[in-house]
């Protein structure tokens, strides 16, 4: 252990942290013995495994002996690991702290056990969470949540089984969500006409015009289909005027409510203006900016 703990909690977190060195441990004796059959020139059968014994990889491979030594250095390693489990799971075992498990399935609950609740299936994936042994439930209720399993406290009053961990979960981040909504709705706003504004701009050569983007996209069609690649007067060039007109006024009425939610005077000024001039790398003949 590299600290000594003194509380249950830190006796458990400790615990739980050496649990994980015990899980790369093991892997590092599959490796090793990997290493041995594979020069022990062993091959793996159709269900992927070894054909030959451990023993007889070894005794095969036994001029390897540095793959043999980092095998018997990664069980030492291993073993000496599970001894500082046991260890700290015997003081546990003569001290009877509280220990929690929470369920990570959707809806679960807090248990006493990882599978001694006879709610907790085979299949359910289940939190040793050290950090509360030793409370009391009242206590871990006060940090998380009403979410204690029934089953496993039936004495607990229903005020502290009431719920679940997920729509604990859910009522925690209903502000962070809630303030997410009221941003995408902002955006919304800015970018998305109202509908008395898509009423009031009505259809443009066949297509309603939703968004303060398509206003643009209205006057600089407007532009180019003045001279449409140098070719003359577009067919819809009528409809885009009218349409030109109606958008201005939009727009303008938009930034008159909200700064940024519509355009300028000068804004739009600017678009046609730049749409004449990418007109005119077009092809178009110069034109000046048309007044609606």
Not at 62 to 85: M, W
Not at 152 to 169: F, G, K, Q, R, W
Not at 171 to 188: F, G, M, S, V, Y
Not at 201 to 226: M, N, P
Request: hydrophobic share 40%.
């Amino acid at each position: 252990m590299t600290a000594i703990a003194t509380t249950p909690a830190e006796i458990d977190i400790e615990m739980s942290r050496i649990c994980g060195e015990v899980v790369k441990a093991e892997r590092a004796i599959s490796w090793a013995l990997n290493a041995l059959h594979t020069a022990a020139g062993d091959t793996r059968s159709a269900r992927s495994l070894w054909k030959m014994t451990d023993d007889e990889a070894r005794a095969s491979a036994s001029g390897f002996t540095k793959l043999i030594n980092g095998e018997i250095s990664a069980r030492f390693d291993h073993a000496l690991l599970v001894g500082q489990v046991q260890a700290l799971n015997a003081i546990w075992n003569r001290e009877g702290w509280t220990r929690y498990y929470f369920c990570t399935n959707t809806n679960g609950h807090i248990h006493t056990s990882e599978r001694g609740c006879p709610t907790v299936h085979p299949t359910t994936q289940m939190a040793f969470r050290p950090e509360f042994s030793g409370l009391t439930p009242a206590e871990v209720v006060e940090q998380v949540g009403p979410a204690l399993c029934s089953v496993c406290y039936p004495d607990a009053p229903v005020e502290h089984t009431s719920s679940n961990l997920t729509a604990i979960e859910r009522a925690a981040r209903r502000p962070e969500l809630d303030a997410r909504k009221a941003e995408i709705a902002a955006q919304r706003a800015i970018k998305r006409l109202t509908d008395e504004q898509v009423k009031q701009i009505g259809r443009i050569d066949g297509s309603w015009i939703e968004t303060v983007h398509g206003c643009v996209e209205v006057l600089r069609s407007e532009v180019e289909f003045r001279d449409y690649y140098g070719r003359g007067e577009h067919p819809s060039h009528a409809e885009y005027v009218r349409g030109a007109a109606l958008v201005k006024t939009v727009l303008a009425e938009r930034e008159a409510a909200s700064a940024g939610y519509g355009k300028t005077a000068a804004d739009i000024e600017t678009i046609i203006e730049r749409a004449i001039k990418r007109n005119i790398k077009d092809g178009a003949r110069e034109a000046k900016v048309r007044s609606f």
